[in-house]
């Protein structure tokens, strides 16, 4: 809850569509809108897991792993297109570049597979197919959200 409020807030700070989650309270050194906007999502999910499943907790896990290692994975890919279009600019060193991003990407890509596996083969648990579309919906739904804070910008 705390990383993505402070993700949020660098949103709000770089794009002035998001300008209300980019404010810094300094009573408590927080990003206070970020950190409440974060705390309602986290309800709703909660609600819809709750709302939607005898066992909340495997529902929340079924929505949203695809959508964790998603993120993980085009974060290791995102490596890899940085590299080739500024070579020079590459801020940080990474240890045994390409080898062990590779492994990372192979890593998180497997993950994502299992778990989307989990969701829709019948062999295990319930089913919570709804939730996991529902996760990568909202995930893509930051798209347009992007290009439009982009656009503004």
Known sequence: MFTGARTNFAMGRDYPLFRKLGNWREKGSTPANSLLLQGAITLVLIGAAALTARDGFDAMVAYTAPVFWTFFL???VTLFILRIKNPAESGFK?????VIPLIFCAMCAFMLWKAIDYVFNPHYGPKFGSLVLAGLLVMAAGIPMYWLARRNR
């Not at 990474?94 to 390409?98: A, Q, R, S, T």
């Open 74 to 76: 085009l974060t290791g």
């Open 94 to 98: 990474v240890p045994f570049y390409p």
